[in-house]
Each structure stands twice: as C-alpha cells, then as structure tokens.
C-alpha cells in the first residue's frame, strides 16, 4: 500500500495574531480600520476562510473589550499602556469616593412591591351598609307614563323646556301705510 501525502496548507497564525502583524505593519499613526486590516491579511495570506469577515469582526472585538486593542474614531490600535484612556463623548463620570474604613455598604433595596407579612392581622373589609355606596349612581327609573307624560309634568311645573326654542314664523303679509 502506498502512503498518500496529504498537501496540507501552511498553518496560519492565530486571528490576534493575524490582525496584531496588520496593524504593525500597516503602521497608521491614527490606527487601520477593519477594511485595511482585511486586505492586509487577504493579500498576506491569500485564500482564507468563507466566513473570514465575520471572524475578524469577532476577533477585533474580543481584542478591543480585553483591552489589547484600542478602537477611536473607526480605526483600531495598540493600546499604548502609557498612554491615558480616551475618553468618549458627554460628560465625565463622577469620581467615586472611597468609603472610611469601617463602615459598611448597606445593601440596596429591593425592586418592587415588599412582600406581604404573613404574620401581620387580618383586616376585614369595612361593612358595606355605612355612608354613600361606592361607584356611578343608578340611572333614576323612568315614569310610567312614558316620555310624553314626563314632558307634560315638567310643563305644568312652568320649567323652560330643554333644549333651543322653536323658531318664531312670522305671517307672510304684514300691513304697510302709505302717507300720501
């Protein structure tokens, strides 16, 4: 049996490592954005990945919260460890007082209703009968004799009826003198 050589390509060096090597030697003063650390490693490298864009984005952002890289303005750099942290937009935080020794940080209240003390009295609700019901009043029951009957008691109770007065028609001839 013949042993096949399988033509196993070059191992790459990690995807830190990659994007590390690309910043060093794009050597930009302001840092390299994604699409130049890209090309860098795609025209170093040749064929990589499928996924390849997504991996960088990964990698450089797992590189940027560990604090290896440094991301201002859209471009990526060395975090330079002499350097002061950049500050981003709005206002500073306030600087944090440091506690006197000895005292205690009481912990903080808990979010929501308390909860209910299972040993506390129980409360009876108050009798219903004692001072005005609760809620909208019942509507008041119509009379017997219908609509037309109420109408005619508030009538004869001499009340202005509801609602605008009938409008006034005039007769069509009226009387005009002529003073010749």
Known sequence: MATEEVNNPPSLPSYPQLIINAIEALNDKDGSNKTSISK???SKYGDLAAGHSTLLSHHLNIMKESGELVFWKNNY???DPSAPPRRGRGRPPKPKVPLPPGMVLSSARPRG???KNPNAPLR???PSGSGKPRG???KMARPEGGIAASS???MSASVRPR???PKVKTSAFTEVS???
């Open 40 to 42: 860098y490693i795609e």
């Open 77 to 79: 750099m060395k975090a």
């Open 113 to 115: 209703r308390p909860p």
């Open 124 to 126: 009876f609700p108050k």
């Open 136 to 138: 909208r009043p019942r």
């Open 152 to 154: 005619t008691t508030m």
């Open 163 to 165: 609602g605008r007065p």
């Open 178 to 180: 002529v003073g010749h």
